[in-house]
Nanobody, 123 residues
Framework: QVQLVESGGGLVQAGNSLRLSCVGS????????MGWFRQTPGRERDFVAV???????NSADSVKGRFTITRDKRKNTVYLQMNSLQPEDTAVYYC?????????????????WGQGTQVTVSS
């Protein structure tokens, strides 16, 4: 069973940066599209960013120009570099994996999920 473990969340002031990491195990990492979603209490998970097997990326309009998703195939790790963080970015961030390609960005297309990491941005 695929396992995904996130790290790097925390409390930061608005305008600062964080980098989230997600290590995948029990999987052939190169064959999966990897993504990040986020969720706040009482709301559904929202798409943040995705990176395909070939490195193609896509991100939500709300984070374009501020967040960057990358992957390191040697380390089985996907990263989310988050710059210029704002209070509205506060959420639990989830790493996810799918065999589908990066064009499918609804959470129902992603089969595997990490436990989540909390990001809190203070104003």
């Amino acid at each position: 069973q695929v396992q995904l473990v996130e790290s790097g969340g925390g409390l930061v002031q608005a305008g600062n940066s964080l980098r989230l990491s997600c290590v995948g195990s029990k999987m052939t990492f190169n064959t999966y599209t990897m993504g990040w979603f986020r969720q706040t209490p009482g709301r559904e998970r929202d798409f943040v960013a995705v990176i395909g097997r070939n490195g193609r990326t896509n991100s939500a309009d709300s984070v374009k120009g501020r967040f960057t998703i990358t992957r390191d195939k040697r380390k089985n790790t996907v990263y989310l570099q988050m710059n210029s963080l704002q209070p509205e970015d506060t959420a639990v961030y989830y790493c996810t994996a799918t065999r589908n390609d990066e064009s499918l960005i609804s959470d129902r297309f992603f089969a595997y999920w990490g436990q989540g990491t909390q990001v809190t941005v203070s104003s």
